[in-house]
């Protein structure tokens, strides 16, 4: 089973950032939420998946390179550079990326012609 959504969540457990690869209802994606959320915060030490942390890992280090010591607030302001990296990491549920150079080309890209 490949990548249903990504959720980036403060420790308040606010979303900041949400990625559905399928398609939910907002009254769904609600209850998936606050569901989730409840899990992770609830979750001890063991219960990671290695896989997923290498994803995030990669991330934030995407986003490390890109802002500069990636915060929450640079995610609530540049939302849609947050969205970008994840279409370029991430396609119908699949990771397809995982260079950071590769990654962040076409935002530099856009940036430049701006």
């Known amino acids: ?7 980036m969540v403060n420790k308040q ?5 949400a990625q559905y690869y399928e398609y939910l209802t907002l009254e769904e994606r609600r209850a998936l939420e606050g569901e989730i959320v ?5 979750r001890n030490e063991q219960q990671n998946e290695l896989a997923i942390l290498e994803f995030i890992h990669l ?3 995407t986003m490390d390179r890109h802002f500069g010591n990636v915060c929450e607030l640079d995610i609530m302001f540049h939302l849609e550079k947050a ?3 994840l279409e370029e990491m991430v396609m119908n549920g699949c990771i397809v990326e995982t260079s950071k150079t590769n990654i962040l080309q076409p935002i530099q890209l856009m940036e430049k012609t701006s």
Request: aromatic fraction near 8%; include cysteine; charged fraction near 20%.
């Open 38 to 42: 409840r899990k992770c915060l609830a």
């Open 13 to 17: 457990g606010q979303t900041r950032l």
């Open 1 to 7: 089973m490949g990548i249903r959504f990504i959720l």
């Open 59 to 61: 991330l934030v280090e």
């Open 83 to 85: 969205h970008f990296m």
